[in-house]
């Protein structure tokens, strides 16, 4: 029982939001609608159920008129059977469209913001393949929980009415057995609770495994995605280098889990779907042995053994609900389990954030000013530490040292996105902050929008966007600003580069963070394109990451790292240049 209740709040932790969301009037007005038409839905089973006494009595009878006027009758309830189940299809396939589209926004959203995306990867690596749940489990959850929500209500709904139906058929339709009647009252109603009750146990023993299976398979499926797309985005190096046999070792390593679990998936469903056919073949006869010593007697006619035979099995298939869809409750409680995972991730990061242990960046002042900073690994070593560094508007500080020695973890750390540490870093009020990493980021589509990032590309002047481009070299480019390629494949290390700085005097921050930014130029050409940004934008406070002792003059602060882990550890201050 517990654990039921933990799925039910699970379940409406996910689910309740969007229904008291700005969607919640169309979102409550197309569930009523789906409900609405289920019961029609039932009700057509309700009336086809009577329509059967009806029908097979006029056989029996060889009454002509009535067998007519029942193919009448029938035609009637096809037709609203068509309707109801066309609504219903109608209205859930809108529900789940707008219900899709409101909760991939609130998690995307969610996401991709503050840099959640990058920090949940700190404590939190069994989240794996964050985009692919987004992307596909929020689709299995909806789609599954239409598919169960209206089968269960469907269900409910026909327990009611057909347990009605044979409860009274169960006064007219005596159990009669070597000449002794052991009928008593709702006979039938009970015999067929008793067969379903017992089904719905074996099931459940048999499928349960089917849960951890289902969900272990999800997330093999999404680490097979996520390899093959990331081969595929890094075929230049993997060419280069001749790497294609790692490459399908990683791969084949990874499918081959995949298919492991996916067998084990087979064999478990295999044993489940033997079970849940043998009793539907089962469930086909054993209502009919139940009612036929009523009919054998004389006690009933033809048609109210079909009736009592039919609404038997429809409380069976009500009551054995859990049985009929064991497979499908498995996929909906993996794809609802991979959901919460991810959103208890996201919302870990800003309670973490909340805590006394971290690196406190907040706005104040005029200046970047970073005291007692030790920026720390997960497993808690620090890996660089920065005691004092404070540059007022138009100043320039270059942190230099050797590779290893946390360039990239201070970066990450004053830019507010390393969660790791302790200290605090102070910036401009209302400032804006713009960090630039060494490897450049190109989004999806025209190279314009790849200039323009992170601001959007309708919010540039043409003007400007060109004017930048020509400061930092690239004016051959301008005939492609509107092309769609593989922009990381087709440009250089150095055009890439030069792009990063056309973004920088498009954005125009009060605050720059650079790392390693001018490491694909030589060494004439670097300090030119540096003073080139110092010069656009002398307002602007520069905090340089670099290997390159070429750009030591521009600076006025310089902050040396240690040449290894406990060197890089110790108290740095920031000192002239």
Same mark, same amino acid.
């Given at each position: 029982?517990?654990?039921?209740?933990?799925?039910?709040?699970?379940?409406?932790?996910?689910?309740?939001?969007?229904?008291?969301?700005?969607e919640?009037?169309?979102?409550?007005?197309?569930?009523?609608?789906?409900?609405?038409a289920?019961?029609?839905?039932?009700?057509?089973?309700?009336?086809?159920?009577?329509?059967?006494?009806?029908?097979?009595?006029?056989?029996?009878?060889?009454n002509?008129?009535?067998?007519?006027?029942?193919?009448?009758?029938?035609?009637?309830?096809?037709?609203?059977?068509?309707?109801?189940?066309?609504?219903?299809?109608?209205?859930?396939?809108?529900?789940?469209?707008?219900?899709?589209?409101?909760?991939?926004?609130?998690?995307?959203?969610?996401?991709?913001?503050?840099?959640?995306?990058?920090?949940?990867?700190?404590?939190h690596?069994?989240?794996?393949?964050?985009?692919?749940?987004?992307?596909?489990?929020?689709?299995?959850?909806?789609?599954?929980?239409?598919?169960?929500?209206?089968?269960?209500?469907?269900? %409910?709904?026909?327990?009611?009415?057909?347990?009605?139906?044979?409860?009274?058929?169960?006064?007219?339709?005596?159990?009669?057995? *070597?000449?002794?009647?052991?009928?008593?009252?709702?006979?039938?109603f009970?015999?067929?609770?008793?067969?379903?009750?017992?089904?719905?146990?074996?099931?459940h023993?048999?499928?349960?495994?089917?849960?951890?299976?289902?969900?272990?398979?999800?997330?093999?499926?999404?680490? *097979?995605?996520?390899?093959i797309?990331?081969?595929?985005d890094?075929?230049?190096?993997?060419?280069?280098?001749?790497?294609?046999?790692?490459?399908?070792?990683?791969?084949?390593q990874?499918?081959?889990?995949?298919?492991?679990?996916?067998?084990?998936?087979?064999?478990?469903?295999?044993?489940?779907?033997? *079970?849940?056919?043998?009793?539907?073949?089962?469930?086909?006869?054993?209502?009919?042995?139940?009612?036929?010593?009523?009919?054998?007697?004389?006690?009933?006619?033809?048609?109210?053994?079909?009736?009592?035979?039919?609404a *038997?099995?429809?409380?069976?298939?009500?009551?054995?609900?859990?049985?009929?869809?064991?497979?499908?409750?498995?996929?909906?409680?993996?794809?609802?389990?991979?959901?919460?995972?991810l959103?208890q991730?996201?919302?870990?990061?800003?309670?973490?954030?909340?805590?006394?242990?971290?690196?406190v960046?907040?706005?104040?002042?005029?200046s970047?000013?970073?005291?007692?900073?030790?920026?720390?690994?997960?497993?808690?070593?620090?890996?660089?530490?920065?005691?004092?560094?404070?540059?007022?508007p138009?100043?320039?500080?270059?942190?230099?040292?050797?590779?290893?020695?946390?360039?990239?973890?201070? %970066?990450?750390?004053?830019?507010?996105?390393w969660?790791?540490?302790?200290?605090?870093?102070?910036?401009?009020?209302?400032?804006?902050v713009?960090?630039?990493?060494?490897?450049?980021y190109?989004?999806?589509?025209?190279?314009?929008?790849?200039?323009?990032?992170?601001?959007?590309?309708?919010?540039?002047?043409?003007?400007?966007?060109?004017?930048?481009?020509?400061?930092?070299?690239?004016?051959?480019?301008?005939?492609?600003l509107?092309?769609?390629?593989?922009?990381?494949?087709?440009?250089?290390?150095g055009e890439?580069?030069?792009?990063?700085?056309?973004?920088?005097?498009?954005?125009?921050?009060?605050?720059?963070?650079?790392?390693?930014?001018?490491?694909?130029?030589?060494?004439?050409?670097?300090?030119?394109?540096?003073?080139?940004?110092?010069?656009? %934008?002398?307002?602007a406070?520069?905090v340089?990451?670099?290997?390159?002792?070429?750009?030591?003059?521009?600076?006025?602060?310089?902050?040396? %790292?240690?040449?290894?882990?406990?060197?890089?550890?110790?108290?740095?201050?920031?000192?002239?240049?």
């Amino acid at each position: 029982m517990r654990r039921a209740l933990e799925i039910l709040r699970t379940f409406f932790r996910i689910a309740l939001p969007y229904f008291r969301s700005e969607e919640r009037w169309q979102a409550r007005v197309l569930l009523a609608a789906v409900i609405a038409a289920e019961f029609g839905v039932v009700y057509a089973l309700v009336a086809f159920n009577l329509w059967n006494a009806r029908f097979y009595n006029a056989i029996q009878d060889r009454n002509w008129e009535e067998f007519l006027y029942s193919l009448l009758l029938f035609v009637g309830i096809a037709l609203w059977t068509v309707a109801a189940n066309m609504a219903q299809f109608f209205f859930g396939q809108m529900l789940i469209l707008r219900w899709r589209r409101w909760l991939t926004r609130r998690y995307v959203t969610l996401w991709m913001s503050e840099g959640r995306h990058y920090k949940m990867r700190f404590g939190h690596e069994d989240v794996d393949n964050a985009h692919l749940r987004i992307a596909n489990d929020i689709l299995i959850f909806l789609q599954k929980t239409h598919d169960l929500g209206y089968n269960f209500l469907g269900s %409910l709904i026909a327990l009611f009415s057909f347990a009605y139906i044979l409860w009274g058929l169960s006064s007219v339709a005596p159990l009669v057995l *070597f000449g002794q009647d052991y009928s008593f009252p709702g006979y039938l109603f009970w015999i067929a609770i008793a067969y379903a009750g017992i089904g719905t146990m074996i099931a459940h023993l048999v499928g349960k495994p089917l849960i951890q299976l289902n969900f272990r398979q999800q997330h093999f499926e999404a680490d *097979f995605r996520f390899a093959i797309a990331r081969a595929y985005d890094h075929t230049e190096p993997v060419a280069l280098m001749r790497g294609e046999e790692t490459e399908r070792a990683v791969l084949d390593q990874r499918f081959t889990t995949l298919v492991g679990n996916w067998l084990n998936l087979i064999r478990r469903q295999t044993m489940l779907g033997g *079970f849940i056919q043998s009793y539907g073949q089962m469930s086909i006869v054993f209502p009919i042995i139940v009612a036929s010593p009523a009919f054998f007697t004389g006690a009933i006619p033809l048609g109210i053994l079909m009736q009592a035979a039919l609404a *038997f099995q429809r409380v069976d298939m009500a009551f054995a609900f859990f049985l009929h869809t064991y497979p499908r409750i498995a996929e909906w409680k993996a794809s609802m389990d991979r959901i919460d995972q991810l959103e208890q991730a996201l919302l870990a990061v800003d309670a973490a954030e909340r805590g006394d242990e971290r690196i406190v960046v907040r706005e104040q002042g005029h200046s970047l000013h970073a005291e007692n900073l030790a920026v720390r690994l997960p497993n808690g070593a620090v890996v660089a530490s920065l005691a004092d560094l404070k540059l007022a508007p138009g100043e320039r500080a270059l942190v230099s040292g050797s590779s290893g020695t946390g360039k990239s973890s201070l %970066l990450r750390a004053i830019a507010g996105i390393w969660p790791i540490g302790v200290g605090r870093v102070g910036m401009p009020d209302g400032g804006r902050v713009l960090a630039m990493p060494q490897r450049v980021y190109f989004p999806l589509g025209t190279l314009r929008a790849a200039i323009a990032y992170p601001t959007r590309p309708e919010e540039v002047s043409d003007n400007d966007l060109r004017a930048a481009i020509n400061a930092v070299g690239l004016a051959h480019l301008l005939p492609r600003l509107d092309d769609e390629a593989e922009w990381p494949v087709v440009l250089s290390g150095g055009e890439q580069q030069r792009i990063a700085l056309a973004r920088i005097l498009i954005r125009r921050p009060d605050v720059l963070l650079l790392d390693d930014a001018t490491s694909n130029f030589d060494e004439d050409t670097a300090p030119r394109l540096f003073q080139l940004l110092v010069d656009r %934008l002398p307002n602007a406070i520069f905090v340089t990451f670099s290997r390159q002792t070429t750009l030591a003059n521009l600076h006025g602060h310089h902050v040396k %790292l240690g040449a290894n882990r406990q060197a890089a550890a110790g108290t740095l201050a920031a000192e002239p240049a």
